[in-house]
């Protein structure tokens, strides 16, 4: 039974940093293009970040909001996948989760909650 696990949520002033963790159980990351999203208040689950790895190396996509603030990063060896956040602002504040990109091959984990507030 694959299990995605996210960690690393927390509360951060704005202008703050978080570094997410998605840790893998069951099955083996590196075989997936992998991505994080997130789910605000009131509002649907939006893709944030992908990761892809491909024949000719390793390529990241962001959603234009968090372009330049965030990285999203994976460790094949340890089956996790990290989000780094910098520069957080309040509209950041969601549920972050992972799962496979672009396609959701897996049962959603918890989830992390991210809260951006001073």
């Known amino acids: 039974q694959v299990q995605l696990v996210e960690s690393g949520g927390g509360l951060v002033q704005p202008g703050g940093s978080l570094r997410l963790s998605c840790a893998a159980s069951?099955?083996?990351?590196?075989?997936?293009?992998m991505g994080w999203y997130r789910q605000a208040p009131g509002k649907q689950r939006e893709p944030v970040a992908s990761?892809?790895?491909?024949?000719?190396?390793?390529?990241?996509t962001y959603v234009d909001s968090v372009k330049g603030r965030f990285t999203i990063s994976r460790d094949n060896a340890v089956n996790t996948v990290y989000l780094q956040m910098d520069s957080l602002k309040p509209e950041d504040t969601a549920v972050y989760y992972c799962?496979?990109?672009?396609?959701?091959?897996?049962?959603w984990g918890q989830g992390t909650q991210v809260t951006v507030s001073s």
């Open positions: 990761f892809h790895t491909g024949s000719s190396g390793s390529t990241t």
């Open positions: 799962n496979t990109w672009p396609v959701l091959l897996y049962s």
């Open positions: 069951g099955t083996s990351i590196s075989i997936y293009d």
